[in-house]
């Protein structure tokens, strides 16, 4: 899913990807022996400069390459290309204001992994278990999670 997105091309919208689809492209290297047809050689360079550093990056996990070149739309791609670094977080609580409502439960999934963190509980496996992780998709997150 990841090695399909061209996104992170600068001028390529989800529209523009999908026409890019649509002509059979469907992976970087594609990509790449395609633009050595098409492109100027200063364009060609910097479009292959950029998909280097995208390899460079997929091949070393580096997470944060992808989280900073893509829109938040697509990070989805992050979670399914490295799944058994993705904690999946739930959060409930007994309310949500930020002076009187307390955290009851926590539960979290990462890898083949799973734990459930009580109120008055020891934290230390969810702390591991955060710190271990380089994705993180939680339930209702861009509002609360």
């Known amino acids: ?3 399909s997105t061209f996104q992170h091309l600068k001028g390529i919208s989800k ?3 999908q026409e890019i689809w ?9 990509y790449k022996q395609k633009i050595n047809e098409q492109l100027m050689s200063t364009d060609k360079n910097k479009v292959c400069h950029i998909l280097t ?3 460079h990056a997929y091949k070393n996990k580096d997470i944060s390459f992808f989280k900073e070149n893509l829109s938040s739309a697509e990070y989805y791609r992050i979670a399914l290309e490295y ?3 993705v904690i999946f977080l739930d959060i409930e609580t007994t309310g949500l204001s930020l002076y009187y409502d307390k955290i ?3 539960g979290w ?3 083949n992994r799973y734990g459930v963190y009580q109120s008055g509980g020891d934290p230390s496996l969810l702390r591991s278990d955060l710190s271990a992780a380089k994705v993180m998709v939680t339930f209702n997150g861009t509002m609360f999670d």
Request: net charge negative.
């Open 1 to 3: 899913m990841l090695k």
């Open 15 to 17: 529209k523009r990807e």
């Open 22 to 30: 649509a002509k059979g492209i469907l992976t970087w290297d594609i």
């Open 53 to 55: 550093e995208t390899e």
């Open 83 to 85: 799944p058994d670094d």
């Open 104 to 106: 009851t439960i926590v």
């Open 109 to 111: 999934s990462l890898g």
